[in-house]
Nanobody
């Protein structure tokens, strides 16, 4: 049973950067494709970024392209999401997820394991 724990969330002002971390236990992260999703207040959970097992393949939502970078350190069993140029529209609870496949994926239904989420609040 893989357990995921997100960290690095917080309150920042618009224009700043933030890096989220997702550390796994109970499993070897290098076996899993990973993703980041977010859920703004009162809205559905949405895809943000995904990465395959080795880090050679990544994909981003339209809102994340050019601003967000997903990367991983399998030796540390950790996946990261670096976010630049944050805006109030990025305010959400951010979740990391792992799928039982080495491939990346953009749909939440492909992911089996989820973290509890970390809050990111961006003020103008």
């Amino acid at each position: 049973q893989v357990q995921l724990v997100e960290s690095g969330g917080g309150s920042v002002q618009a224009g700043n950067s933030l890096t989220l971390s997702c550390t796994a236990s109970g499993g070897t992260l290098s076996r899993y494709g990973m993703g980041w999703f977010r859920q703004p207040p009162g809205k559905e959970r949405r895809f943000v970024a995904t990465i395959n097992y080795s880090g050679s393949t990544t994909d981003y939502s339209d809102s994340g392209k050019g601003r967000f970078t997903i990367f991983r350190d399998n030796a540390k069993n950790t996946v990261y999401l670096h976010m630049n140029s944050l805006t109030p529209e990025d305010t959400a609870v951010y979740y990391c997820a792992a799928r039982t496949s080495t491939n990346s994926a953009t749909a939440a239904t492909f992911y089996r394991y989820w973290g509890q989420g970390t809050q990111v609040t961006v003020s103008s």
